[in-house]
């Protein structure tokens, strides 16, 4: 949204003064922050499968922004697969929204047969 206020006649135009848009001073938004899922573990080989990698946190609420304000957001990866048999898999990265954040889920267990 923007302010936009007539100030100038036109040629055999009638002259209001009044403000067409305004900018509100603040705004209540809503937000669903997700972090990122860990991944599996790896097995080994054809002895057996790994443990799957846990969901990322949630949080879902509302927050007050004022105009002008710069938030900052950040999506959270999600954990990279085990690199060789029997390997536990890597954690989510973590999500954020302004000051409040959510962490990624576990990385899976490994397999050692």
């Known amino acids: 949204m923007f302010g936009l206020t007539q100030t100038t006649k036109l040629a055999g135009a009638v002259l209001n003064n ?13 937000y669903l922050i997700i972090a990122g899922g860990g991944s599996s573990g790896k097995g080994n080989g054809s002895v057996g499968s790994a443990g ?24 959270g990866a999600g954990g990279a697969g085990g690199p060789s048999n ?3 898999g890597s954690n989510g990265g973590t999500s954020s929204f302004a000051t409040l ?4 889920g576990g990385g899976g267990a490994g397999n050692t047969g």
């Not at 009044?18 to 809503?30: F, S």
């Not at 799957?52 to 004022?66: E, H, P």
Request: aromatic fraction near 4%; charged fraction near 5%; glycine fraction near 16%.
């Open 18 to 30: 009044r403000t067409l848009n305004t900018i509100p001073p603040a705004y209540t938004v809503e």
């Open 52 to 75: 799957g990698g846990g969901a990322g946190g949630y949080l879902n609420t509302t927050q007050s922004v004022t105009t002008g304000n710069v938030l900052t957001v950040t999506v």
């Open 86 to 88: 029997s390997t536990i």
């Open 101 to 104: 954040s959510t962490s990624g």
